[in-house]
Structures are given as C-alpha cells and as structure tokens.
C-alpha cells in the first residue's frame, strides 16, 4: 500500500483556475472523488498521474515527487483505450508495456511472469474464460473490466480511474466498480477514483472527496457523506431521496441500494 500526498496543488488553464490549492492525503483507501461537471476532477487526476502539469503545489506518492508518467501510478479511463481487434489477453499483456518500456517489452512477453500476471489480472475482473475473446466483441462493461486488468498488470501503488463507468448503465456501472474495488482490494493498492454518480459512490466509497469550482469543498469518511453536503456540491441540481442522514449507510448500517432512482442525482 502506499501513500498519496497531494500539497497545496493549483492548476490554471489562462484565466481559468481548474484546481486551487487542493491538499489531502490518502493511504490504503477507496478513495471517491465527486463534483459537478468542471469542478475540476479530471484535471486533478491528470496532475497526479503526470499528463497535465500543475501550475503550482507538489503530488508525491510515499514521499518521493510524482512527475511525469509513472508505471507505479496505474491509469483507467472512461474510454477503455483498448487495443481493438485483439483479444483482452493481448490488451491485458500492454500494461507490462507501461512498466517496462516499449523495447524492452517486446521482449519481456515472451516472460512468463508477464503472461501469468496478464491471466491473473484477468481472473480478479472475473474475464479469465474471455481471456481470447476480441474486446471488440465485448461489451462496454466487459471492456472496461479488461482496462482494470491492463492497469493492474502494470503492477502499480496507486490507481486512478476518471468516471470510469459514466459510459455504462446502471447494472453494468456496478458490476465493473465492484471489479475495480476487489482489484484494488486484491492487490492492495491505493485507489482515487471520479465518480459522478452519488449512489454509486456512496456505495463502494470508503473516503470521499468533494470538488467546486477547482477547491476542495470537503473530504469525509462513508460515515459523514450527508445530504446537505452532497447539496453544497451540486448546488441547484436536484438531489433525489438524499436525507440529512449520511448517505453511505442507512439506519441498519447497510449500504444504500446502488440501482433505483434514489440516491441518485438528477442532472
Ligand atoms: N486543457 C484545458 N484547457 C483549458 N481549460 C481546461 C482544460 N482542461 C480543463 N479545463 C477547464 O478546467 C475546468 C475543470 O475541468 P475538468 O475537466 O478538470 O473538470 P471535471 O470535474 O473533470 O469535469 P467533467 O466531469 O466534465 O470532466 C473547466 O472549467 C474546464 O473548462
């Protein structure tokens, strides 16, 4: 497990201030991040792992500054950025890519550790008997479940997933979650992830992150996500069945339902 730090980090595209001096720290969580359309929850993740530089601020991940792309920060997009026409082994197998660099990759396949890593990443998202299937034959859960694989062959610390089920539907947005926690669970690593869909976060969440406007609003366990805090982050969105009571366990301490129209924010 490993520890994230993210210090005093601003972010500014010309005028517009995309992150503003966000600090937190998290170690060995499940950690969800929400916000509003542009609050700033791509662009914060894009700074952690190295696609976008911040303007100003630190991300270190135990201790040492993370800069650049780094294999220990594993990356799941919302658009898979799957390999088409070959199989989710083959796919799977690219993540050694981002760990070992592309030469040296080419000949690391023929490794043995790589494939046993690649069908083993394939069994925690529950896709071992597709593992030759083409992910142009699967669907968009089943593929996305094949990006979880890739990252976590890439053998990362960390893992970051930016709305990485906003394109599903409601059974398949939590079937792959439940994917992504077990291989972050199964493979101890740390884990940030955007979500914009309140149910479901509060669902697999275990610490969560609120963005506005680019400033952290608030950073809260599973027992502290209320409704009056989810009504800040959204402002004049209508918010559907959110009680004062928070939101992530109800009065039996159960999980509140990940299907069905509450909990659920209405855009
Ligand atoms: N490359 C860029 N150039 C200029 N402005 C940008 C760039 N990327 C993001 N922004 C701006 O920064 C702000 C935050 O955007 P960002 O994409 O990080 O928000 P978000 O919370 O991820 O939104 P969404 O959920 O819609 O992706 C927005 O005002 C956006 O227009």
Redo the contacts with the bound molecule.
């Keep these: 497990m490993s520890t994230l730090t993210v210090e005093n980090l601003t972010k500014e595209?010309?005028d517009?201030t995309?992150?503003e001096d966000v600090s937190f720290e998290i170690e060995d969580e499940f950690v969800v991040l929400l916000?509003?359309?542009?609050?700033?929850?791509?662009?914060?993740l894009?700074c952690v792992n190295g696609l976008?530089e911040p303007t100003s601020g630190g991300v270190y991940l135990d201790g040492e500054p993370l800069e650049g792309s780094q294999p220990s920060v594993g990356m799941i997009f919302q658009q898979h950025n799957l390999v088409e026409g070959v199989s989710a082994y083959l796919n799977a197998l690219t993540g050694s890519l981002e760990r070992a660099g592309f030469v040296e990759s080419l000949f690391q396949w023929q490794d043995r550790e790589d494939k046993r890593r690649a069908l083993e990443a394939l069994e925690t998202v529950g896709l071992l008997d597709e593992a030759h299937q083409r992910v142009t034959q699967m669907s968009g859960g089943q593929q996305q479940r094949v990006g979880i694989a890739r990252a976590l062959v890439q053998d990362p610390s960390l893992l970051l997933a930016?709305?990485p089920v906003a394109s599903l539907d409601p059974s398949s947005a939590e079937t792959v979650m439940g994917y992504l926690k077990k291989a972050a669970t199964v493979h101890q690593v740390t884990a940030l992830v955007?979500l914009?869909q309140v149910n479901i976060a509060a669902h697999f969440g275990e610490r969560f992150i609120g963005?506005r406007d680019?400033q952290l609003l608030f950073d809260v366990g599973s027992d502290e996500l209320t409704g009056d805090l989810i009504d800040d982050l959204y402002g004049d969105v209508e918010t559907v069945g959110l009680a004062d009571d928070p939101v992530a366990v109800d009065a039996n301490g159960e999980s509140p339902p990940v299907d069905g129209d509450d909990w659920r924010v209405e855009a």
């Excluded at 916000?35 to 914060?44: D, H, I, N, W, Y």
């Design positions: 595209y010309g517009v995309a992150v916000g509003e359309s542009g609050a700033g929850k791509s662009t914060l894009r976008t930016d709305e955007s914009h963005l680019g």
